[in-house]
């Protein structure tokens, strides 16, 4: 199991190296900070909603990210979407629920992520 | 192999910038060794605590509380159920097809969903060993009456609607 998850495990590694070398601290801290407000936490969950990346990678880059200044609100929001928001499966879900109620979960999910970003905003 | 493409590629640009001295190359690969060394000192011990958990709860034990209970009860026992799966999203859904035809409600159903996406705790022990317990349960906190109000929703709109949970895979698979 350790070694099948390996090279995704790594490529995410290098990809993330890269990226964060190539977008400064300074950006980061301004687009997903403290102080980066609605913005930010759109940001965050628009990527979360449609990224498809695994739990168990998703939370090291957390961590990574929370190491380069980015707010716990945004981490929350960021791991939340990715966690209950799925477009690329939506097809997939919709076999299942129908459409219309497979849309209406995932908005409702979307809107969630935002209320519980917000409070872990509050006493993080 | 095809998977160790990236890998190679970058393990051979570290070693040309490192030998021709390249600020960037160095940077780079600065970031991933510290990411690394993070990443190969939990990931080996957090695979033996969710191999532990899958021995010591199995999920038949648990399933077989989910008749036809409804109420506080029934959500408690869906939770718990979802707490102690694995995997992505999308391998949830067929397993909300059981619930439906075991006589689970509508509020159930996407409280599963919700706990089985949020609340796996193989998934909470790498958010603890990464963010921090203190993270991991105010999340959990705050997420648990958030999706138990989602369920709610979906449960009030969808009560007097032809509302059914199908089940697409043709073939039977081992879920």
């Not at chain 1, 993330?16 to 403290?34: A, D, M, Y």
């Not at chain 2, 999920?59 to 506080?72: C, D, L, N, P, T």
């Amino acid at each position: 199991m350790f070694l099948g998850l390996l090279p995704t495990v790594l490529n995410v590694l290098i990809l993330v190296s890269i990226f964060l070398f190539l977008i400064p601290q300074e950006t980061i801290i301004r687009l997903l900070g403290k102080n980066s407000g609605a913005l930010g936490m759109m940001i965050a969950a628009v990527i979360g909603s449609i990224s498809l990346i695994p739990a168990f990678i998703s939370y090291p880059l957390a961590s990574i990210l929370i190491k380069s200044g980015v707010s716990y609100r945004v981490v929350a929001i960021f791991i939340t979407t990715l966690l209950m928001v799925g477009v690329l499966t939506l097809p997939i879900e919709a076999k299942f629920f129908g459409l219309k109620v497979s849309i209406m979960r995932n908005t409702l999910s979307f809107i969630g992520a935002l209320v519980i970003g917000l409070i872990i905003g509050i006493f993080l | 192999m095809k998977k160790y493409i990236l890998s190679g590629m970058f393990v051979i640009f570290l070693i040309a910038s490192f030998y021709f001295n390249l600020s960037y190359g160095k940077s780079m690969g600065n970031n991933f060794w510290i990411f690394f060394k993070e990443m190969i000192t939990f990931l080996p011990f957090m695979f033996i605590l969710v191999g532990l958990f899958d021995v010591w709860f199995p999920r038949e034990k648990v399933e077989k509380h989910i008749g036809k209970q409804s109420g506080i009860k029934g959500t408690v026992w869906v939770i718990l159920l979802a707490m102690l799966q694995a995997g992505p999203l999308y391998g949830a859904f067929p397993v909300t097809y059981l619930l439906w035809k075991k006589g689970c409600s509508i509020k159930n159903i996407f409280i599963y969903l919700g706990a089985f996406s949020t609340l796996k705790i193989p998934m909470l022990t790498f958010e603890i060993g990464f963010l921090g317990l203190r993270f991991s349960l105010l999340r959990t906190v705050v997420t648990l009456p958030v999706f138990i109000l989602i369920g709610k929703i979906m449960e009030m709109y969808l009560r007097d609607k032809k509302f059914e949970v199908k089940q697409p895979l043709l073939e039977k698979r081992r879920m």
